[in-house]
């Protein structure tokens, strides 16, 4: 079942800019309230953190997109945005969201339980 879905990747020409949404399910309620995040994976190299938003709000960003890119979230609509701008040919990648657990008899888990199927952001020079 498809918990997480990405929305907004295109191709786009370096210094432009996108915003990614990431729906999430009605299942997720509690989840995306623990905290989001979104993360990267470009050909041949390993996933990277990008950034991340807590239950409380609290924001933290990758040294690569600091300054660049913002993460928000509408708890209302349950959906995870990335504003990302004066994008650069190193930001090509797919890009996921993701959400931590929960449970009930512990609440919020640590990791990162739920994640999106990718959206692709390709940047041109």
């Known amino acids: 079942q498809v918990l997480l879905v990405e929305s907004g990747g295109g191709s786009v020409q370096a210094g432009g800019s996108l915003k990614l949404s990431c729906a999430a399910s009605?299942?997720?309620?509690?989840?995306?309230?623990?905290?989001m995040a979104w993360y990267r994976q470009a050909p041949g190299k390993e996933r990277e953190f990008i950034s991340s938003?807590?239950?409380?709000?609290?924001?933290n960003y990758a040294d690569s997109v600091k300054g660049r890119f913002t993460i928000s979230r509408d708890s209302a609509k349950n959906t995870l945005y990335l504003q990302m701008n004066s994008l650069k040919t190193d930001d090509t990648a797919v890009y996921y969201c993701?959400?931590?657990?929960?449970?009930?008899?512990?609440?919020?888990?640590?990791?990162?339980?739920?994640w999106g199927q990718g959206t692709q952001v390709t940047v041109s020079s």
């Open positions: 938003i807590s239950g409380d709000g609290t924001t």
């Open positions: 009605r299942l997720l309620i509690k989840s995306p309230a623990c905290g």
């Open positions: 993701a959400s931590r657990g929960w449970r009930i008899d512990t609440g919020c888990l640590d990791e990162y339980q739920y």
